[in-house]
């Protein structure tokens, strides 16, 4: 099993900055894709951005020039700057990583972007 931690959101004006982090720990040999999702009330899950081992990211439409995702693969761990954040922003934000077929999911971190 491999289990993950986030940490780093909370509440910011728009406009604002946050920087959200994820580290994964327990039973870890290859994880590949890793990434975030978000979740705003009453909307679907949606992939925000993803990164494989080797860094090729990609953005959702929506955060690109805003979000920027990056990984340090010695700590196992995911992260998620994100700069001139909007109300539009405001959602559950969960990590996610893959190894070997098996995507496994962090708890979620809330990020509220104030008008």
């Known amino acids: 099993q491999v289990q993950l931690v986030e940490s780093g959101g909370g509440l910011v004006q728009a406009g604002g900055s946050l920087r959200l982090s994820c580290a994964a720990s327990?039973?870890?040999?290859?994880?590949?894709?890793m990434g975030w999702y978000r979740q705003a009330p009453g909307k679907q899950r949606e992939l925000v951005a993803s990164?494989?081992?080797?860094?090729?990211?990609n953005y959702v439409d929506s955060v690109k020039g805003r979000f920027t995702i990056s990984r340090d693969n010695a700590k196992n761990a995911v992260y998620l700057q994100m700069n001139l954040l909007k109300p539009e922003d405001t959602a559950v934000y969960y990590c996610?990583?893959?190894?070997?077929?098996?995507?496994?999911w962090g708890q979620g971190t809330q990020v509220t972007v104030s008008s």
């Open positions: 990164i494989s081992s080797g860094g090729t990211t």
């Open positions: 996610y990583a893959d190894q070997v077929g098996v995507r496994y």
């Open positions: 327990g039973n870890i040999f290859r994880l590949s894709y």
